[in-house]
C-alpha cells in the first residue's frame, strides 16, 4: 500500500536512520534528504530529532533553507522533537531561525536537563481510535502558546506534545526509537496520502 510512496527524512544531524528503517519497514521508500535536489519528488519529508541549533546551521551551510522552507509550508511534514523546533513558528532561543510551518511557540529542553528524560506508553486517540504508543521525551521541546489554527492532538501533564496544522503534523517525542509504527502509519494514512491525492495528475 506504501510501495509507491517516496518519503524524504532531514539527514543532516540526528536519528535519522532510525526513521528511515521504519519507513522501510513499512514498505515505503525513504530517502536521506541533504541538498535541495534531495526534495524534489518527494511525497512527504520527516525532520528527526537531534540537536536543533547543529540542525539550523547545517540548513544554511548545506543552502536547504529556502526550498526546504517551501517544502514544509505546502507537503506534508513530520517533526519530531529537535524537528518540532525546527518547524515552529518562535523558539525561546534567537540563534535559531525557525521553518515557521505551524503556529507554535517552543522552549527548548523544556522539561529539563538530560536526567529529566523519561520514557512512557501514551494512551492517545488518533481519528477514532484509541492506541498505545511508547514514546521517549529526550530533552523534549515544551509547547507553550498554540495558534488558532493549531489542533492540540494529545496532551502529556497538561502539556501540548502532538499537535498539527494544515500539512504539517510534530510530536515532542520520539516514537521512532521503538518498534513501534503507529505515529508514522498515522503520518502517512492522514497527512501524506491526503496530500498526494491533491497533486494534479500530469498530462490531465
Ligand atoms: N534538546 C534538543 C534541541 O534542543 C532536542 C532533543 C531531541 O531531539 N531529542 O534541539
Not at 511525497?43 to 539550523?56: A, R, V
Not at 522552549?107 to 477514532?128: A, E, H, I, K, P
Amino acid at each position: 500500500m506504501y510501495e509507491r510512496l517516496k518519503i524524504g527524512v532531514l539527514a543532516l544531524q540526528g536519528d535519522f536512520e532510525r526513521h528511515l528503517y521504519q519507513l522501510t519497514a513499512l514498505g515505503a521508500s525513504g530517502r536521506e534528504v541533504r541538498l535541495s535536489k534531495d526534495l524534489s519528488g518527494l511525497d512527504g519529508l520527516i525532520i528527526p530529532g537531534g540537536e536543533s541549533t547543529t540542525m539550523n546551521n547545517l540548513i544554511d551551510r548545506f543552502s536547504l533553507r529556502q526550498e526546504l522552507s517551501a517544502f514544509v509550508k505546502h507537503k506534508a511534514v513530520w517533526g519530531t522533537c529537535a524537528g518540532m523546533i525546527m518547524l515552529a513558528t518562535r523558539i525561546n532561543d534567537s540563534t535559531i531561525e525557525p521553518l515557521g510551518a505551524i503556529d507554535i511557540t517552543v522552549t527548548r529542553n523544556g522539561y529539563g536537563r538530560q536526567v529529566f528524560s523519561f520514557f512512557t506508553d501514551l494512551n492517545l486517540t488518533l481519528g477514532d481510535k484509541n492506541v498505545i504508543v511508547p514514546a521517549s521525551f529526550i530533552r523534549a521541546p515544551l509547547v507553550n502558546k498554540t495558534g488558532d489554527a493549531v489542533a492540540v492532538l494529545a496532551k502529556y501533564d497538561n502539556h501540548p506534545i502532538l499537535l498539527s496544522q494544515g500539512n504539517c503534523l510534530v510530536s515532542s517525542f520520539h516514537t521512532e526509537l521503538h518498534s513501534d509504527k503507529t505515529l508514522l502509519k498515522y503520518f502517512i494514512d492522514k497527512f501524506v496520502l491526503p496530500a498526494q491525492a491533491l497533486q494534479p495528475t500530469n498530462g490531465i
